[in-house]
């Protein structure tokens, strides 16, 4: 490495390799070549300019386009924002200020001040081969989170929900400041000018937002991670303004209306008192019946990604499950089921209830950590594509 790059300090070298490791756990493919050669183009340029930081960084650290948007995020928390996101959660209202900046800039970043190059940080860990605190967070299993790292998980959340929240489809609409110029709309306008003056076009890709219906398994074997599942459902119902929820352990029930209010607490109140059934036995064969027989026409629509979250654990009729499966993948776009166990690797599909849904099911994912809801995010980003 290069002598203006070793006079970089300590804590500005830390920073990168954790901003790195950060986009790894989001998906992105960040190897030591590319730090390699991030490091070494920081000999062509002031690394105090903002702009050229962020091009710089971007261009070196990530490889697939469809990750751009994803790295634009992640920048945002980390540098922009000056947010490290191993750090104590910031209030409600705080966190849902920032969604609303992130959501308002879509085209170009707002730069602030980059982290001083000499200031030493003795908060973080200035070993680049340990773990973070992010990253040891990112990786525990949620039913054994405190709940202080539900609070710090909170603020993980939002830049995984903010992935699939919108996604562009492949239609083109008017745009004042697209990105691609509309060669036919401009043809058509300024056919009739004889060449005195030409008129520019300019068009996007249409963004949809996601539709999401969610149901919920509030059992007893899964109330080690109900707690956590409902401030994700909670975070999710913020973002997405198509989204719809019920839980269920003997019955199904709606809970959408819940989530409306301002505080997570006061929603988790709200629904244990309202869902008589919370951490009782599990028939999900019937809870799905009750389901497609009276809320699926409300509640489904064109294009809507189902998710059940459950263990599979059921006492009711596999025959019944098998048979409400097949008329909800029917209706669905995409039937995905998420397991907490399925993150154990020791862990196989044995039980009568995971059998008879796995033939009816699009994906069959773990959610036993954020890296398990990280990877959910992507697999939600391209089957709203």
């Known amino acids: 490495m290069s002598s ?25 493919p960040v190897n030591s070549s590319n730090l390699i050669d991030l490091c070494q183009s920081f000999n062509y340029f002031n690394i105090a300019n903002r702009n050229d930081f962020y091009a710089a960084t971007r261009a070196n650290l990530v490889s697939n386009a469809n990750d751009l948007e994803t ?8 540098w922009e924002h000056k947010i490290n996101l191993d750090q104590d959660a910031i209030s409600e209202e705080e966190a849902g200020a920032d969604n609303e900046e992130m959501d308002e800039s879509k085209s170009e970043p707002v730069f602030t001040d980059l982290p001083p190059q000499n200031e030493k940080d003795s908060s973080q860990d200035a070993s680049p081969n340990a773990y973070s605190p992010q990253e040891i967070l990112m990786k525990r299993d949620l039913g054994t989170m405190s709940e202080k790292d539900i609070e710090k998980a909170r603020r993980l959340i939002a830049p995984l929900i903010a992935l699939f929240a919108e996604h562009q489809t492949r239609r083109y609409q008017r745009d004042k400041r697209g990105n691609s110029f509309d060669f036919r709309r401009m043809l058509r306008d300024n056919a ?61 029930t709606p809970i959408t209306a819940y989530l409306k209010n301002k505080s997570v607490e006061e929603s988790l109140d ?19 019946q009750e389901f497609n027989d009276k809320y699926a026409r409300d509640m489904l629509r ?9 263990d599979g654990w059921d006492r009711g009729d ?8 097949k008329r909800l993948h029917r209706r669905s776009h995409k039937l995905i089921w998420l397991n907490p166990l399925l993150g154990n690797t020791l862990y ?3 039980c009568q209830g995971i059998k008879a849904a796995l033939p009816f099911l699009d994906y069959f994912l773990p959610a036993h950590n954020l890296e398990s809801l990280a990877s959910l995010a992507r697999t939600l980003s391209k089957v709203q594509a």
């Open 4 to 28: 203006t790059t070793t006079t970089l300090s300590n804590n500005f070298l830390d920073q990168v390799i954790r901003f790195s490791r950060i986009l790894h756990n989001g998906g992105i």
């Open 71 to 78: 790295f634009d995020l992640y920048f945002k928390h980390f």
């Open 192 to 252: 009739m000018m004889a060449g005195d003056s030409f008129k520019l076009a300019y068009r996007n890709k249409r963004i949809k937002k996601t539709r999401l219906m969610l149901l919920c398994d509030v059992s007893g074997s899964m109330q080690t991670y109900s707690k956590f599942f409902i401030q994700f459902i909670y975070a999710l119902n913020r973002e997405l303004p198509d989204f719809e929820v019920a839980v269920f352990s003997t019955r199904m």
């Open 270 to 288: 709200m629904v244990s008192d309202y869902v008589h059934d919370w951490a009782g036995g599990t028939n999900i064969g019937a809870s799905i």
């Open 302 to 310: 064109s294009r809507t990604t189902m998710i059940i979250l459950s």
């Open 318 to 325: 596999n025959e019944l499950l098998k048979t409400e499966m």
């Open 348 to 350: 196989k599909p044995l």
